[in-house]
């Protein structure tokens, strides 16, 4: 009997723990230096899970300014989405905290947004299942003080697998 193909092993994920808000920017900083680097991967939608004040906006912040995101970045808390056209990427940063009204979806284009090329980044996205696609990448941020954060990065889609395996090779 020939052997079976083997299926490729699942990126079990990784967790990282940052001891200051400067370990968040390094770390974002070299998330965008991957992500221009290739293009492919500047296409996700990347899930932030956490509790209030866990630093998934933080995040964010850096993140976005590490791609070239000029002048003040400000959380969608109230707007629910911020848009950032950069020359060479489209970038929506969502924030579903106050997100209740699954008509708003469709009245806000969500659908159209998540259709379309760029990079999506979500806070809360549990407030929006069954509307949001599947992510590429879930973070979960987790405040073990006032400085350090628990980090975990797991892969929901292939894409999120390669990913991960391009962040940190």
Not at 10 to 35: C, I, N, R, Y
Request: with cysteine.
């Amino acid at each position: 009997m020939p052997d079976s193909p083997q299926r490729p092993q699942a990126h079990p994920g990784v967790t990282l723990t940052w001891s200051s808000e400067a370990d968040t920017a390094a770390f974002a900083q070299q998330l965008a230096h991957k992500m221009m680097a290739n293009s492919a991967l500047a296409q996700a939608f990347i899930t932030l899970h956490g509790n209030l004040g866990a630093g998934k906006t933080t995040l964010v912040r850096h993140l976005l300014q590490a791609l070239g995101v000029p002048g003040r970045i400000k959380s969608p808390t109230y707007a629910v989405v911020e848009a950032y056209d950069l020359p060479q990427l489209a970038i929506w940063h969502f924030d579903f905290y106050r997100f209740d009204d699954p008509l708003e979806w469709e009245d806000a284009g969500f659908r159209d947004i998540f259709a379309s090329p760029g990079l999506k980044l979500a806070e809360w996205p549990e407030k929006a299942v069954g509307l949001a696609p599947q992510a590429d990448v879930a973070i979960h941020i987790e405040a073990i003080d006032d400085t350090q954060r628990r980090v975990h990065l797991r892969p929901l889609s292939a894409c999120g697998t390669q990913l991960l395996q391009a962040w940190f090779s």
